[in-house]
């Protein structure tokens, strides 16, 4: 496997690249190669789990200060699970790099959910050890948080029923949404939505389903509602 070319991708030059060879070797690989001093990776997958979660809760404690802790862990929840981990490690063509055993890879292993997302704890793990954990935050910054704070994971975030309770505070208050343009041709739609509130617009947002772009909207509304309050 090309490290180089997946370091080079990255933008990471390891100290240790055996540490991130490990990281991409399956226990199907060490069990064909006994003779050669690999190591699977599964103890760095333990480790790379509490660092991820670790790195998500900081993001979601700084950029969320009006979120409940159970919401927080509801959010985190989403982030740290198997099939997130799965869409990050696609994004960043993990698969490609996996070392895996001839019968493990005959049986579609390279693709496997559970062996993606494994990996990609396994290489936070790595990173960890080798440059620590400014360069994790660093590396998150640039593959995990942009998701979060574009709403990637707004289905397990309400943010309509959120401003819906803070709005309720002035019983007055009157919330609509409304879809105001779609954009692009039917196969690649995507739908711009106002939230008003009292009839003026108090947020907008930009999304693949008319639900997305609402929720964008109410998610930019409670923004500006608690940078001002």
Partial sequence: ????????????????????????????????????????????????????ELGVSQYLYIEFPEMEEGDLTKLRASIVCEPSLVRFANDIDFSSYILLGRGEEMTGGRNRPALLADVFESFVGALY???????????????????????????????????????????????????VEE??????????????????????GIGRTKKEAEQ???KKALDELNATN
């Fill in 183 to 204: 954009l692009g041709p039917a196969h690649n739609r995507e739908f711009v939505a106002e939230v008003r509130i009292n009839d003026k617009v108090a947020g907008t």
């Fill in 216 to 218: 964008r909207a109410a």
């Fill in 1 to 52: 496997m090309d490290f180089a070319k997946l370091q080079q991708k990255l933008g990471i030059k390891f100290n240790n690249e055996r540490l991130l060879r490990q990281a991409f070797t399956h226990s199907s690989y060490v069990n064909e190669h006994r003779r050669k001093e690999f190591k699977d990776n599964e103890r760095l997958e333990f480790l790379g789990d509490a660092v991820l």
């Fill in 129 to 179: 050890l080798d440059q620590g954990y400014d360069e994790v935050i660093t590396f998150l910054e640039k593959y995990v948080y942009p998701k979060i704070s574009t709403g990637a994971f707004s289905h397990a975030m309400d943010y309509k029923s959120q401003l819906q309770e803070k709005v309720q505070q002035n019983k007055h208050s009157n919330i609509e949404y409304v879809i």
